[in-house]
């Protein structure tokens, strides 16, 4: 059984992306742009499978359903988590190591790789400053009231940019102090990145996570 066809209409590249399900939910086919991708699941609804016009994905999982590996044609990517599923290190397959360190409350508290250490300070559940293995501030971060947590700003190297969100809470744009728009975003209606302008460095931006 396949429920009916999803058509959202994307209003700022004008192009439809169309979309397949199960009887339970899981997405079996997406059309774009006249490429089609398909999805096979296992007895868990996880994705064993990702055919993208014949260049196939495969998935592998834990048993508590965290992602262990991704094959992209032979590209590799492996993740390892903790016993309250979170996630400790990503290794793609050109290498260099990820590695996340996480505090008793499950936030994250410092991630490293290949380019340094960044370090996050929070309040409670809101990220305040990012610093560097040195504990020097990289960024510092303005939030809506607790109960909201919208980011407001951010401040990086001597410039502000100030956030503006959607209804998910996701990045649309970024704004400098005159008001004028310095970035954007555009997003899949499953959370992809389908284009962006500007180089401000931003890692909020999907449903506004890290």
Do not use: C
Request: proline share 2%.
């Amino acid at each position: 059984m396949v429920s009916p066809e999803l058509r959202p209409q994307n209003s700022y590249t004008g192009k439809t992306i169309t979309y397949t399900y199960d009887a339970v939910g899981n997405r079996l086919t997406k059309v774009d742009s006249g490429a089609r991708t398909t999805y096979t699941y296992d007895a868990a609804n996880e994705v064993l499978t990702e055919d993208a016009s014949g260049t196939l994905t495969t998935y592998t999982y834990d048993e508590n359903g965290n992602t262990l590996t991704t094959d992209a044609a032979g590209a590799v990517t492996t993740m390892t988590w903790s016993y309250e599923d979170e996630m400790l290190t990503v290794k793609p397959s050109g290498g260099g190591t990820v590695t996340m360190v996480y505090d008793g409350d499950h936030l994250r508290r410092k991630r490293q790789n290949g380019s340094g250490t960044t370090k996050h300070v929070w309040d409670d559940q809101q990220v305040l400053l990012e610093t560097n293995g040195n504990g020097v501030t990289q960024a510092r971060y303005t939030l809506a009231p607790f109960g909201y947590g919208d980011l407001v700003s951010m401040r990086r190297a001597s410039t502000t940019s100030f956030y503006h969100s959607d209804a998910l809470g996701s990045t649309r744009a970024l704004t400098d102090g005159d008001e004028a728009v310095t970035d954007t975003y555009l997003y899949s209606a499953f959370g992809n990145l389908l284009a962006s302008t500007g180089s401000t460095e931003n890692p909020y931006r999907y449903i506004g996570e890290l």
